[in-house]
């Protein structure tokens, strides 16, 4: 029973507490690139979450066998091979859905939360754990992506998954669905976010917590003050 | 003077209108995180050029003359990742061993440009768009990555200007931090739709 519910925390973390969008704010790129309507935002939810649950259980199978040096790069192969796969499944059966996601199928590959997962749990727990960690980490993604899809197709085109829902009576704002709009909507949403955790934002820092670089990155901005240290010395 | 023509437009297009990360939102990570100081944006926004303009310089060649003969399309995401994985190991150590004042400036950013998928993505968008129109070439993908690197600095240099202000502004607790990042770059992203249609009309 002890087993089961440790399995299910593994699971549920990834939906609320440990969102990887609004609250560890990873993968922002397809974020708000692909959520200009609420159906794109599924299918590339859908499409990294399976991507996520193969890499995790690949990788954590081959946890003790990938040396640690080249790990990263191990990982980034193995990612690879998942989003190629992705990519022709949704070529053969959902030709309208590559359309509309066009480059950002294949730039998966370098979506943070999965390479983070990889670097954060599968690299160091069991195969069943990690797949469950990249379900609840992939419904997450994608439960924010739709969230931030309904609310951009709603207001910026006046239909939800294709239908209309103004009625006619209000004309919808055509900014939500361009570029400004994206980061109008992500920033009040991570707001939000940190309101209902009633956490302070300020020490939010953009994913450097899961981000699988971020050992090299304190040399560059976590540090900065080292950074312009040395630059003044 | 026709090819000149065309590469002045898909260089200022890859600036402006296509401005990688106001208008396609690539680059996103670099763009949140670095952009707090003026030389740190400077010098990671020059390392992605480099590294976009020699990716793109190799992966060109290899999908067109490797990939295509043999038919192996589908290999490109998979490709094209290693590629940038091994070349920025390269460029690094090189950099280390014979241009030590340029390692300096550029060396800290190397390591973090693997994963950034405006690199990724510069090399991909050539190959569609040379899809796309016949007599886009080597020579426009080169001057598109470029233009891209470019933009990518501006917009890094902008933003890294604007959050200096915001550091000494009174903003309501839970907007504090990301959030209202996000919001001053949803305006940087307002400017940046100005230049619609600019570019086009600078020669037709």
């Not at chain 1, 089961?4 to 704010?25: D, Q, T, Y």
């Not at chain 2, 939102?25 to 003026?38: A, E, M, N, Q, Y």
Request: aromatic share 8%; net charge neutral.
């Amino acid at each position: 029973m002890k087993k089961k519910n440790g399995l299910f925390h593994e699971f549920s973390k990834g939906i609320i507490k440990e969102n990887p969008v609004l609250r560890l704010v990873l993968g922002t790129c397809p974020t708000l690139a692909v959520t200009t309507a609420a159906s794109n935002a599924i299918g590339m939810g859908a499409a990294a979450t399976l991507v996520l649950i193969c890499s995790n259980a690949v990788i954590s199978l081959l946890r003790n066998v990938i040396p640690d040096k080249v790990r990263i790069p191990a990982y980034i192969t193995i990612i690879a091979g998942f989003v190629s796969m992705v990519q022709m499944i949704v070529k053969a059966f959902a030709p309208a859905l590559d359309e509309a996601l066009g480059i950002y199928l294949p730039l998966i590959v370098v979506n943070c939360i999965i390479l983070g997962r990889a670097e954060m749990f599968a690299s160091k727990n069991k195969v069943l754990p990690s797949i469950m960690d990249g379900l609840g980490m992939g419904v997450g993604f994608t439960c924010a992506l739709l969230l931030m899809g309904s609310i951009r197709e709603i207001l910026g085109a006046g239909t939800w998954f294709g239908i209309d829902v103004t009625f006619g009576v209000v004309e919808p704002m055509l900014i939500f669905v361009l570029a400004p709009g994206g980061f109008f909507v992500f920033g009040l949403l991570v707001a939000l976010a940190n309101k209902l955790a009633g956490e302070d934002g300020e020490k939010q820092t953009a994913g450097c917590g899961g981000c699988p670089m971020k050992d090299k990155c304190s040399k560059t901005e976590c540090a900065s003050k080292e950074v312009a240290d040395n630059g003044n010395a | 003077m026709e090819m000149l023509k065309s590469l002045v437009a898909v260089f200022l297009a890859a600036i402006l209108t296509e401005n990688y990360i106001l208008c396609k939102f690539l680059g996103i990570c670099p763009f949140l995180g670095v952009s707090k100081k003026l030389n740190t944006a400077v010098g990671m926004s020059a390392a992605v050029t480099f590294v976009m303009v020699l990716s793109t310089a190799v992966t060109w060649p290899i999908y067109y003359y490797v990939l295509v003969p043999n038919e192996l399309e589908y290999l490109q995401t998979v490709v094209y990742i290693l590629i940038i994985a091994a070349l920025v190991q390269l460029i690094e150590i090189f950099l280390k061993k014979f241009v030590p004042s340029l390692y300096n400036a550029l060396g800290i950013y190397l390591p973090l440009i693997t994963t950034n998928c405006a690199v990724l993505g510069v090399t991909m968008l050539v190959i569609t768009k040379a899809e796309e129109t016949a007599s886009y070439g080597y020579a426009h993908a080169l001057v598109n990555a470029f233009g891209s690197g470019l933009g990518f600095m501006l917009a890094m240099v902008l933003f890294a200007g604007v959050r200096g202000r915001l550091e000494t502004c009174d903003i309501p607790k839970s907007l504090r931090g990301l959030p209202i990042t996000l919001i001053a770059a949803s305006l940087l992203a307002v400017s940046f739709l100005g230049f619609q249609g600019v570019v086009d009309g600078l020669f037709a």
